[in-house]
């Protein structure tokens, strides 16, 4: 079972930053992707950027320009550097890792448990 564990949320002012990290338990580049999503209060989790199968990276549309996603492998852990954050960002943030597991080859989705973000106006 791979685990995911974040930390790095907390309270911050709009248009400040914060760096969430997401510490794998087993080698992150074995990973067929790796992304974050969040979840704020009464709706539903989405997606809020990942590393593409290909290597590059996606951003929500509300993100674009504001959050980078960055990665060190020798650490196995994923980076979620967040600006000029906005009310709107404040959420329960959450790790993903898709990977093949073994011994039958299927995807598997891994969550962590969540660090939560507010930021306040």
């Known amino acids: 079972q791979v685990q995911l564990v974040e930390s790095g949320g907390g309270l911050v002012q709009a248009g400040g930053s914060l760096r969430l990290s997401c510490a794998a338990s087993?080698?992150?580049?074995?990973?067929?992707?790796m992304a974050w999503y969040r979840q704020a209060p009464g709706k539903q989790r989405e997606m809020v950027t990942t590393?593409?199968?290909?290597?590059?990276?996606d951003y929500a549309d509300s993100v674009k320009g504001r959050f980078t996603i960055s990665r060190d492998n020798a650490k196995n852990t994923v980076y979620l550097q967040m600006a000029s954050l906005k009310p709107e960002d404040t959420a329960d943030y959450f790790c993903?890792?898709?990977?093949?597991?073994?011994?039958?080859?299927?995807?598997?989705?891994?969550w962590g448990q969540g660090t939560r973000v507010t930021v306040s106006s």
């Open positions: 993903n890792a898709r990977a093949v597991t073994p011994p039958t080859g299927t995807m598997r989705d891994f």
């Open positions: 087993a080698s992150i580049i074995r990973a067929t992707t």
């Open positions: 590393f593409t199968r290909g290597g590059g990276t």
